[in-house]
């Protein structure tokens, strides 16, 4: 399978302070990305979805200003999440799709707690 | 739109003994459908993609059917072991999301 990591795996970090993740895909080249968030025993959820050099398309609910993602390689897209707060406590997940491929593959996470 | 049902939500078996873990889903224009695992606090790992013209993929002691006109899809997990517990969990594309289900916790009890 295709190797994708992210970083960092956790964080800790105070309400107020924002938060960047990132999601690399180490083996192909990721057109479009995914990102989704998972609450405890809860199932993921798309929070947005990006193409390579465009804009991000957010799913509804999710606030475009405070998850902030940039997609401007095909091997790199970050998650910022600005001015964090306990609620934004969740496991960040990327998914990069590679165009042509049939099957979706996931980071590792990103564990985030927010004081 | 689409919803993913997962059937049970928990169980629990002695190892050894082979189970079923059932997903449907409502709309039945799918692109493919996976089968992945997720141990605690971590990533998912692909176990299963089925494609929509196909019946069914085998994996080692993993089988998984669709039955994409019912909206039914199985995984079957034959002679369980211990290292088998974790969240498994159904996900259905459309080809531009995948959509999940809310996962079967396993157990296998050695």
């Known amino acids: 399978g295709a190797v994708v990591s992210q970083h960092p795996s956790r964080v800790i970090c105070k309400s107020g302070t924002s938060v960047k993740i990132e999601c690399r895909s180490l083996?192909?080249?990721?057109?479009?990305m995914f990102w989704y968030r998972q609450f405890p025993k809860q199932s993921l959820m798309l929070m947005a979805t990006?193409?390579?050099?465009?804009?991000?398309?957010?799913e509804q609910g999710v606030e475009k200003d405070k998850f902030l993602i940039n997609h401007a390689s095909l091997t790199l897209s970050t998650l910022t999440v600005t001015s964090a707060h306990p609620e934004d406590s969740s496991f960040y997940i990327c998914?990069?799709?590679?165009?042509?491929?049939?099957?979706?593959?996931f980071g590792p996470g990103t564990r985030l707690t927010v004081l | 739109k689409q919803e993913v049902t997962q059937i049970p939500a928990a169980l629990s078996v002695p190892e050894g003994e082979n189970l079923v873990l059932n997903c449907s889903f409502t709309?039945?224009?799918?692109?493919?459908l996976q089968w992945f695992r997720q141990d605690p606090g971590k990533g998912l790992t692909s176990l299963l993609l089925?494609?929509?013209?196909?019946r069914e993929q085998t994996s080692g002691r993993l089988n998984a059917s669709l039955d994409k006109s019912s909206g039914r899809s199985t995984l079957y997990i034959a002679a369980s072991q211990p290292g088998d517990s974790a969240t498994y969990l159904c996900?259905?594309?459309?080809?531009?999301?995948?959509?999940f289900g809310e996962g079967t916790q396993l157990t296998v009890n050695p």
């Open positions: 998914s990069p799709f590679e165009r042509g491929n049939n099957e979706q593959f």
């Open positions: 083996d192909f080249q990721a057109t479009t």
């Open positions: 990006s193409n390579e050099g465009s804009k991000a398309t957010y």
């Open positions: 709309d039945s224009a799918i692109y493919n």
């Open positions: 089925i494609q929509s013209s196909q």
């Open positions: 996900a259905v594309s459309t080809g531009s999301r995948l959509t």
